[in-house]
């Protein structure tokens, strides 16, 4: 019997060696000899804007001549397409593209026709206006949650156009819509979720446990974390802010707000309950148990552990793990979207001209920052910012925008890897 055990955890033990190296022996697709510098703005073509290693290719997937949605009253308007994600679960799963716009009242108030969600469909290549209301405000930030529905959300610090199933908010609102389990082209309900808080949204993202996190992306913004009170249901939970002890990175909690208050105005229900500030916050992602969040104007990016006390650290940072940008030198500056690559990688983009991309490795020797940062693409396109960079289900494409270019026409492109 203890010799029929013996073979058969060998069996095991073979078949699992030669699994890992099965997996070990699949190529990295996105591994590339990093770019030494910056690319010169205005040297490469509209539809090909990004200088990439070698190896890498990139197609314009939509752009404003194809999708104007501001066509009625200001045919020439910005679409600014914002952020991105894909239909991530369920019948379909991976086919459409979602996007936000960040689109705000100018002046006349009267003109402004409103923010949007538009869909693409990526097996034809079609896209349209999925929904737009006159009420949205810098719609930014959008993600897939696991329950499958769509969370998107308004990036204004003062709203100017009230919410009429929530009037009293001051700042931006978090929303939610289901698309049609068959059809994912529709929309089955949109619904405010004022638990969330008001602030100036931008990134969110969720956890394993169903735990939604959000910032309010201003020069003293707090990180909050949603603990709703069922998995899934959004309308009624406990909104928490970071609190970091003795500075920005170190040991932390988090603080109950005031959900009454916050509803109204979370920046200040954040303040009274104590939360540790930083110099704009903007996009979240989450890599396994760890929550990484852009901090623009500290170029840096934060690094969130897990639980109820988690340790906070300075994963990326100018000057610390990656050069600093300077009038000599191309460096780290301004960063602000973030994504996940499929080998646990977070990928980084700056808010920033030229706009560059950068990757930064995990921490595998356990000090508390990313082991390797290096530049992977920099945007020509004058005045313009990379946004929305994002892997969907397809390990082999990484989505991304360019928005508020000099000239107009901004687009969403595909990267791929070339080789095979």
Known sequence: ??????????????????????????????????????????????????????GFGQTTLIDENRLNIFSRTRPAAADWPDMNTVNETGKHAGRYLYRTHEVRPGKNIDDYEGGALSIIDLATGKGHVLAQRRDWEALDGIVWTPWGTLLFAEETGNARLPDPDHPEARRGLLYEAKPDLNHPGKLQWIKVRPALGSMAHEGIEVDAHGNVYVIDEYQHGAIYRFVPDSYGNLEQGQLQALQVSGGKTGKGRWLAVAGDAARIDARSAAAEAGATTYCRPEDIERIGQTIFVALT????????????????????????????????????????NLAADPGGRLWIVEDNSPSDIWVAWPDADGNGTADRVELFGSLSTPGAEASGIYFGTDPGRMFINTQHSFHGNDRTLIISPERN
């Open 1 to 54: 019997m203890a010799l029929r055990g013996s073979r058969q955890i060998l069996v095991l033990l073979t078949i699992t060696l030669s699994i890992n190296l099965v997996f070990a022996a699949q190529p990295d697709n996105w591994s590339f000899v990093p770019l030494k510098h910056s690319v010169t703005p205005g040297s490469l073509p509209d539809d090909k804007p990004f200088m990439l290693p070698e």
């Open 297 to 336: 104007c500290e170029d840096a990016v934060l690094a969130i552990g897990a639980g109820d006390a988690p340790v906070v650290r300075f994963f990326v940072k100018a000057g610390t793990n990656v050069p600093g940008e300077s009038a000599n030198q191309s460096g780290f500056r301004a960063p602000d």
